[in-house]
C-alpha cells in the first residue's frame, strides 16, 4: 500500500496566521484527501484535491479558507488560512488508487491555535 | 450518502472474539462496506472491505447479510494491541471520498 507522509506532523500556531501542511505519496495516485479530524471526533472530508485542477470543496468548507495544491500525482498542500481557535484540530491527508476504497491515510497534522 | 450507525464503546478481554455491527438501511446498489482502524495519533487503517455475505482477511471478519443493512466487524481473540476505534464506512466504490464516515466504535480490550 501507499506510503504517505504529512509534514509538520505538528504546530502551534498564532491567531491570524496561515498554515501550509504538506502531503507527499511514494507512488502516483489518482485522488488525494483532506480531512480534519476534532480531538475526540470522527473524521470530516474537507475537501477533494484534484490533479491539475481546483479542489473539490465539501459543504462547510470554502477554497479561502482552506486553499488546497495538488501540482502533480504524488503531492498536495493543505492552507489552512486566517487561523483561529476554532481551527485546532488534526488534518490528515489520504489518497486512493483509482479513486476506490481503501483510502491510505497520513498520520496527521496536529495543529493548535493559541 | 448512506449514513451508518455504531455503538460508541465496547469493552472485551484478551483472548475473546469482538464482534462490531453497523447498521446502514439506506444502502445503495453499488455501495461498498469497509472497515478502519485508528489508533491515537495515527490516521486510520484499513481492515477489510466487502459487499456481500463473508470476507475474511488475516485479521478480520466482515458478515453482511442478504438485505445489507448491516454488517459485521469480527475480530478473533482480540489483544490489548487491539484497542482503538473502529470505523465504518458506505460508499461507492468508484470514488472514495463519497463515503462518510460515522462516529466510530471506542474497542477497549482488557487484561
Known amino acids: 500500500s501507499a506510503v504517505i507522509s504529512q509534514k509538520p506532523s505538528r504546530d502551534i500556531c498564532q491567531r491570524g496566521t496561515s498554515l501550509t501542511i504538506q502531503c507527499q505519496v511514494d507512488s502516483q495516485v489518482t485522488m488525494m484527501f483532506w480531512y480534519r479530524q476534532q480531538p475526540g471526533q470522527s473524521l470530516t472530508l474537507i475537501a477533494t484535491a484534484n490533479q491539475g485542477s481546483e479542489a473539490t470543496y465539501e459543504s462547510g468548507f470554502v477554497i479561502d479558507k482552506f486553499p488546497i495544491s495538488r501540482p502533480n500525482l504524488t503531492f498536495s498542500t493543505l492552507t489552512v488560512s486566517n487561523m483561529s481557535p476554532e481551527d485546532s484540530s488534526i488534518y490528515l491527508c489520504?489518497?486512493?488508487?483509482?479513486?476506490?476504497?481503501?483510502?491510505?491515510f497520513g498520520d496527521g497534522t496536529r495543529l493548535s491555535i493559541l | 450518502l448512506a449514513k451508518t450507525t455504531q455503538p460508541i464503546s465496547m469493552d472485551s478481554y484478551e483472548g475473546q472474539e469482538v464482534n462490531i455491527t453497523c447498521s446502514h438501511n439506506n444502502i445503495a446498489t453499488n455501495d461498498y462496506i469497509t472497515w478502519y482502524q485508528q489508533f491515537p495519533s495515527q490516521g486510520p487503517r484499513f481492515i477489510i472491505q466487502?459487499?456481500?455475505t463473508k470476507v475474511t482477511n488475516e485479521v478480520a471478519s466482515l458478515f453482511i447479510p442478504a438485505d445489507r443493512k448491516s454488517s459485521t466487524l469480527s475480530l478473533p481473540r482480540v489483544s490489548l494491541s487491539d484497542t482503538a476505534v473502529y470505523y465504518c464506512l458506505v460508499g461507492p466504490n468508484t470514488n472514495a471520498g463519497k463515503s462518510t464516515f460515522g462516529d466510530g466504535t471506542t474497542l477497549t480490550v482488557k487484561p
Open positions: 489520504s489518497v486512493s488508487d483509482r479513486g476506490n476504497q481503501p483510502q491510505h
Open positions: 466487502g459487499y456481500k
